[in-house]
């Protein structure tokens, strides 16, 4: 079974600070894996993904991700916060067919 | 633009009551899926249309049920709400059922009960 584990349910940095945001996986065949954020009273809006090839990934909003295989992390990062980052954000993974097995998401606050 | 819309954005009902929550897509997409999400959890898959087929998930209860009557549009009916079905639900689509397909979120409807 293919599943993720975000480390840390919130996470607080000041604005124009960097933010990393934890994302571990597990899965027994090659992940696909995604980075959603949420916003309130929102839906799920896909911030980047990995299928294959470049294991840096560029997403929207500055948010960029690196998969790393031997540590089995997509960690997302973004090197400069502001305010309207504030959000909940969810790592995904995929890895056989249509089920998206989502980590139980991380809340990011972001202070003046 | 290409979306995923939900309607209504909020829904209030009664306990017991039957509700339909709808969902349209402007993508044509094959893909449709129901997600349920309680306060502070992540999205937990209720079912999903493969085009015409229908896919429930193994603990998905028998109270929730799902309509695709074209590609376009998905509903989503709960026969007899419980005060434990309060939630956000939320519809997304994906082009086809390979893992590396994102999926494309509706805003979703919020559910309460009364």
């Known amino acids: 079974a293919q599943s993720v584990t975000q480390l840390g349910s919130h996470v607080s940095v000041s604005e124009g600070a960097l933010v990393l945001l934890r994302c571990n996986y597990s899965?027994?065949?090659?992940?696909?894996l995604f980075w959603y954020v949420q916003y309130p009273n929102q839906g799920l809006q896909l911030l980047l993904k990995?299928?294959?090839?470049?294991?840096l990934v560029k997403g929207i909003n500055g948010f960029e991700a690196e998969f790393k295989k031997s540590e089995t992390s997509f960690h997302l990062t973004k090197p400069s916060a502001h305010m309207s980052d504030a959000a909940e954000y969810f790592c995904?993974?995929?890895?056989?067919?249509?089920?998206?097995?989502f980590g139980k998401g991380t809340s990011l606050l972001v202070t003046p | 633009d290409a979306m995923v819309i939900q309607n209504p954005r909020y829904q209030v009902t009664q306990f017991g009551k039957p509700v339909t929550l709808s969902c349209s897509q402007t993508?044509?997409?094959?893909?449709m899926y129901w997600y349920q999400q309680k306060s502070s959890q992540a999205p937990k898959l209720l079912f999903h249309?493969?085009?015409?087929?229908?896919?429930n998930e193994a603990d998905t209860p028998d109270n929730f049920q799902s309509r695709r009557p074209n590609t376009s549009f998905c509903f989503l009916d709960i026969r007899s709400p419980g005060l434990g079905d309060a939630a956000m639900y939320l519809c997304?689509?994906?082009?086809?059922?390979?893992?590396?397909?994102?999926?494309?979120f509706g805003d979703g409807t919020r559910l309460s009960i009364l």
């Open positions: 997304a689509t994906s082009l086809d059922r390979t893992s590396n397909q994102p999926q494309h």
């Open positions: 899965s027994s065949v090659p992940p696909y």
């Open positions: 990995y299928t294959t090839g470049a294991t």
């Open positions: 995904a993974v995929s890895a056989s067919g249509y089920a998206l097995n």
């Open positions: 993508l044509n997409h094959n893909v």
């Open positions: 249309y493969y085009d015409k087929d229908f896919n």
